[in-house]
């Protein structure tokens, strides 16, 4: 009987812990199906950040290491400089990436550090329960903005593919899409060429992925990628931002 | 012994490391130890090593701890208010047991303070200035020879225990030239880092995995009892400590760092007077040598802790001595040194 569908290898055999309808496991498998693909599991070693996505150094095959909130680029910055012919992915969500580790993203793609970045951009803080994140959308409900993100008091939504691709050392930057089949085979791509763009030690690669929260969205599944769609492509909207001609 | 030079403080501690075969150092400039980060910036491109000035020293102490995992051995320095930013590093890489160096070149406090010698983080550095229950190893030198010899040091011992090591100085230390006689070759411990560091897997073994997070309570308390173990086999084994004079001391006195180099004069000027001063200098900070303070508790009428701070290792001290004799305090803070007549004065107040 033919294999048709496996785990990717770089992918543990252990079951996840996100909620239903939550995207985070088809990015993580996306990530595996690139380290196989590329053949660099035995060199790769991933960086996980402080969120929902704490412990997915369980869900990884090649070597972890565990970051302080926000500090995942720092720390891969650390694997780098020591490891250089290594593969080293950070994994953050909006909160880790976008609040708190603003300096380190920013100042690791200033440095051009070979490094690669999977941003998953949900417009909310999931572990921690609904609270607003940096990418919260202008009047979207939370549990920090209970009348909404209103402008005048929250600010505005920070766009991050926008904000890194004027800097000089950040060499590849796309946003995706987990909504529908066809961007999520659109966000496989992007996620190999970011890989790519650093073993060919072109400097700072990033993917931001627009990923749903059913949970604290209040949403269900099918609706919360309605939701992706709708609401945060016209705010955030996808697409390469910068390297998508950069040979590798 | 080989090569003797006259360099500065803060060079040395530089130079001790790359000695030490530190290849990766992250740091953000501050005053008074600035020098450290400027001999990196020269010497590591020469070495084959790293230097990077990270954009902050949360980012410098997270980078370190990335080197750490990654198997290297790295340092990071900074002063006061810059190790206050690390805190949050240094209790996960404690957390993680990620071997490396931190220097703090302390200078006088709270807040922005002044850029003047102190001793005021003592507590810091000792009684954990991070979250959770872990220990440093802390390293108080008090010559530039010492600095020297304790920064190999700290690498070792860091190596050795899967542990931070911090060497603590203050800015007379890291600005002052002394002559330094560096040896031909330095004793390494070699540390078998394969089972834990992060190097890729080759595809030869299962993944390896550097944190400092375990969710189930059951199994925190275990890492947390693994970690106490350790701490109190460091305490058994990593005391050092300078007994000066004290077999029939009338005061003994305790200071660590420059300090004790004050009060190595006092002693003189007392036996000048006919009065016998004893000296007690941890070098380890943490493990704190308390058996050498057992052990002459019932010695001098009573004991004197000296240092640039309001009185922090003198609780160590009373812990130590344990109520078999008075325990005093003389000390000055904000940046001011205590002149020898002055703690002579003290010790005759004691004594009167």
Known sequence: MAVVFKRPHALRDVPMHYCPGCTHGIVHRLIAEVIDELG????????????????????FNCDMQQAAHGRAPAVSTGIKRVHPDNVVFTYQGDGDLAAIGTAEIVHAAARGEKITTIFINNAIYGMTSGQMAPTTLLNQVTTTTPYGRKPELHGFPIKVCELLSTLDGAAFIERVSMHNIKNILNAKKAIKKAFQVQMANKGFSLVEVLSSCPTNWGLSPEKALKWIEEKMIPVYPLGNFKGKDLEV | MGEKLLMKGNEVIAEAAIRAGCRHYFGYPIT????????????????GGTFIQAESEIAAIN?????????????????????????????????AELPAVIVNIVRCGPGLGGILPAQCDYFQAVKGGGHGDYKMVVLAPCSVQELYELTVEA???????????????????????ETVEFRDKEEIYEADKSSWATVGTRMERDHNVITSIYIDPEVLER???????????????????????????????????????????????????GIKVGLIRPITLWPFPVKVFEKYAEVPKAFLSVELNAGQMVEDVRLSVNGKRPVYFHGRMGGMIPTQQEILDKIKEILK
Not at chain 1, 40 to 59: A, D, F, H, L, R
Not at chain 2, 161 to 167: F, H, N, T
Not at chain 2, 259 to 266: E, L, M
């Open chain 2, 32 to 47: 008074p130890q600035t020098e450290i980060a400027h001999y990196f910036a020269k010497k590591m491109p020469e070495v």
């Open chain 1, 40 to 59: 660099i599991e035995g060199k790769t070693i991933g960086v996980s950040p402080v969120g929902c996505t704490y412990n997915n150094y369980e869900y």
């Open chain 2, 223 to 273: 890492h947390n009892q693994k970690l106490q173990a350790k701490y109190r086999l460091i305490e058994e084994n990593e005391v050092r400590c300078e007994v000066y004079n004290c077999e029939d001391a009338d005061v003994i006195v305790a200071a660590f760092g420059t300090v004790a180099r004050i009060v190595k004069n006092v002693i003189k000027m007392a036996a000048k007077e």
């Open chain 2, 63 to 95: 980078m370190v701890y990335g080197a750490a995992g990654a198997g290297a051995r790295v340092m990071t320095s900074s002063s006061s208010p810059g190790i206050s930013l690390k805190q949050e590093g240094i209790s996960y890489a404690s957390g």
């Open chain 2, 155 to 177: 690498f070792n011992i860091a190596d050795k225990y899967r542990i931070l090591a911090m060497i603590m100085g203050d800015g007379i230390l890291g600005q002052m030239m």
